[in-house]
């Protein structure tokens, strides 16, 4: 039986819209099992505009930014886009600590992300 997915994905256009399941990112087979959904949209389903929306998520390790980074490096090289969202002030701090607040784009909300890939969800 497979692994439950740790990722709830949803289209909006041309761009996909993660959603973490969990509120914790911390464990070294969950963070991996995060990883290999998040390089599948990317190497086998060939998404190029991804949106990671935290708004769930209250505390992510260090291993965790590290898959991040892959996948910022992965989306760079295919041409693509990778923005974060309803980061909470705590893990926007990390990413600052960390130094990598300039290495990633980030938004308020979904939809002022969907806003950075010229997309509106308004009628």
């Known amino acids: ?20 399941v969990d509120t914790h990112i911390r464990e070294l087979p969950q963070i991996e099992q995060i990883g290999l959904q998040l390089y599948d949209l990317v190497d086998a389903r060939g998404h190029r505009k991804l ?8 505390s992510l390790s260090s291993q965790a930014l590290g898959i991040l980074i892959t996948l910022e490096k992965k ?20 990413f600052e600590i960390a130094k990598l607040h300039k290495h990633f784009k980030f938004a308020a909300d979904e939809e ?7 997309v509106t969800t308004g009628g």
């Open 51 to 58: 949106i990671l929306d935290f708004d769930k998520v209250q």
């Open 112 to 118: 002022a992300a969907l806003a950075l890939f010229g």
């Open 1 to 20: 039986m497979p692994p439950a997915p740790r990722l709830m994905i949803h289209p909006i256009k041309e761009v996909m819209i993660v959603n973490f």
């Open 75 to 94: 989306l760079v090289e295919a041409k693509g886009k990778l923005v974060l969202c309803s980061l909470r002030p705590e893990l926007a701090r990390l």
